[in-house]
């Protein structure tokens, strides 16, 4: 048994074991709720000095954020203000340098083209001059040839008329010859009929008898004539046969032509003619001037009355064939002027298309450096706008800060707002 006193009336009370122990342990429960209470109390206090300091805390960096976003803002703004002056000053200076080299460029290729229009119509001039010049001397020639073809005809004529009146005089002379005068009386009449004509024909001719044997073998005259320069321009080597009708051994051209063909060219001359009375019946050697070149060079086998028309044909035609190597020769100095002017001209337009190649190129560069500065700016404006992209995203960040981002996940926190009494937004 167990006596317990009453505190207020000071009666003293017995009970038992199980009684004692019912109200020990209703005491205990008061106590301990009355020292939970306190705790509590305790506990909500630190818990809200806590949720204030953390607001505090909170607030201090929220401003803090907004400081920084103000001044990266600011900054970014003053660095985009300097390079967007210092962009604009660049293009300015390369309008600028790109007008002043385009303007030079522009200059030197029309004081170009002005010089190539001058030469060209000087050179124009003068070729035409050349080539009024070359008509010129083109019709005289024409003139002249028309004049020697007149001649030409007007020496056939004569031949012709005189060729019966030959024949019938050779003829004669035939039969009134001996077997021993006959080739040196054909030798005389040749050498008569040149003299007769040499002085107004061929004055300064050289018409003599072959007499050197050096070799072995001779012909029998050798002609050759000069121009009043003393060039040669034409040699003939004369072989004179003849033999009368009685004449036991007969004789034919074509036993000749071998030796004279070899004194021919002994003696260096050009032509070799057989004046011959052989084969007086060959209807071949009869026709006139019968050319066997086809046998040996340059030979020609003759009767007696062509001795001097074959002369002067040969001889006209070598005059010819001197006056026009004299015209080739210049033609060919009148060639090579415009040969020499046309290498000018062409000299001419390749360095003035390597000039305006160059000035091109130089052109092509400063276009490529404005190209490059203009993609350099327009990085410096890439990265700007990136800048001012990652800014933006910044301030929409500091403005998407709040109360439940900052507690997203941190239900602790979540609990102090609340029980602050602070809305979560």
Do not use: W
């Amino acid at each position: 048994m167990k006596e317990i006193k009453c505190p207020e009336c000071g009666k003293v009370f017995t009970i038992d074991e199980n009684s004692y122990a019912a109200i020990q342990k209703q005491v205990r429960d008061r106590e301990f709720n009355e020292e939970l209470k306190r705790q509590k109390d305790s506990a909500v206090q630190l818990a809200e000095a806590e949720k204030d300091r953390e607001i505090a805390s909170l607030q201090g960096k929220l401003h803090q954020l907004h400081a920084e976003k103000d001044l990266a803002v600011r900054e970014a703004e003053d660095r985009m203000k300097n390079e967007a002056a210092a962009k604009d000053q660049l293009i300015a200076t390369l309008r600028s340098r790109l007008q002043s080299e385009a303007e030079v460029f522009e200059a030197q290729k029309k004081l170009a083209v002005q010089e190539a229009v001058r030469a060209s119509v000087e050179e124009q001039h003068e070729r035409d001059k050349q080539l009024l010049q070359l008509q010129s001397q083109i019709a005289s020639l024409e003139s002249a040839q028309e004049l020697r073809e007149k001649q030409l005809l007007a020496e056939r004529d004569r031949l012709l008329k005189s060729k019966d009146e030959e024949i019938a005089y050779y003829k004669d002379l035939k039969t009134r010859m001996s077997t021993k005068m006959v080739g040196e009386t054909l030798e005389q009449h040749c050498e008569i009929e040149f003299n007769s004509i040499r002085t107004r024909a061929y004055p300064h001719a050289y018409f003599e008898k072959d007499n050197d044997a050096r070799s072995g073998s001779k012909g029998d005259f050798i002609f050759r004539d000069f121009d009043p320069d003393g060039t040669e321009y034409i040699s003939i080597m004369f072989e004179m046969k003849n033999e009368m009708d009685e004449t036991a051994t007969k004789h034919k051209n074509e036993d000749f032509l071998k030796k004279l063909d070899k004194d021919r060219t002994e003696k260096k001359c050009e032509y070799a003619v057989l004046v011959s009375m052989l084969e007086a019946d060959s209807e071949f050697y009869n026709q006139g001037i019968v050319d066997l070149s086809y046998r040996y060079p340059k030979m020609y086998v003759i009767r007696p009355q062509f001795f001097l028309p074959l002369i002067s044909l040969l001889s006209n035609a070598a005059q010819n064939s001197l006056d026009m190597r004299r015209q080739l020769l210049a033609a060919k100095k009148q060639n090579y002027a415009a040969e020499r002017f046309t290498e000018q001209l062409m000299d001419f337009k390749d360095r003035f298309s390597k000039d305006y190649r160059l000035a091109s190129e130089r052109f092509s560069d400063a276009i490529d450096e404005i190209d490059k500065s203009i993609a350099a700016l327009q990085k410096v404006k890439d990265a700007l706008l990136v800048s001012e992209k990652h800014l933006r995203h910044a301030n929409d960040k500091a403005e998407a800060l709040s109360i439940r981002s900052l507690t997203k996940g941190n239900p602790e926190m979540q609990q102090l707002f609340t029980d602050a009494g602070i809305e979560i937004k």
